[in-house]
């Protein structure tokens, strides 16, 4: 479906755009990568930034095992370090419904960040249930559940270097 190659040269364009935006900052940028799905995304997309940067994380499930989303979104681990008055992105392998996003973004606001965007690799708006507000995006892609790069299916498939549809 995404070639490893394509993705790596969006990833790269992703990097310059993001450090283009954060250019004049002068802390570094808390990227906030949503495990485990943007774990490979974040790495490739920290490594194509100009800028500093620092990684906090947060686990957030919806999914389970399943192939569509459960609609009840888990947080099980949340940022460790100070957001108050930072700059922060948060880095999400897939923005489908928009729950999940929607639940850590209210949790992210309530430390009084200075700014707060959102980076995803993939979108796929057909299955959005709620409105999203996506900064920087790698793919627009249909409807149909995708494994590789970071993206699972019931814990499988994550180091397949491109994207794949699944059935």
């Given at each position: 479906?995404?070639?490893?190659r394509r993705i790596a040269r969006r990833v790269r364009e992703l990097g310059q755009e993001i450090s283009s935006v954060y250019a004049d900052l002068d802390q570094p940028l808390v990227l906030i990568v949503i495990l485990k799905g943007a774990a490979v995304f974040a790495a490739d997309l920290l490594r194509s930034l100009s800028i500093p940067a620092e990684l906090e994380f947060v686990r957030a499930s919806s999914y389970g095992s399943a192939t569509?989303?459960?609609?009840?979104v888990k947080l099980a681990h949340l940022v460790e370090g100070p957001l108050t008055g930072r700059h922060l992105l948060l880095v999400e392998d897939i923005?489908?419904?928009?729950?999940?996003?929607?639940v850590i973004n209210e949790e992210l606001m309530s430390?009084?960040?200075a700014s707060l965007r959102l980076a995803t690799l993939l979108d796929r708006p057909a299955r959005r249930e709620v409105p999203v507000e996506i900064h920087f995006t790698g793919f627009t892609i249909p409807d149909r559940f995708v494994i590789g790069y970071g993206l699972d299916y019931?814990?499988?498939?994550?180091?397949?270097?491109?994207?794949y549809s699944l059935g």
């Open positions: 479906m995404i070639s490893a569509t989303s459960s609609g009840k923005v489908d419904s928009g729950r999940t996003i929607n430390n009084h960040p019931a814990g499988l498939y994550r180091e397949l270097p491109g994207i």
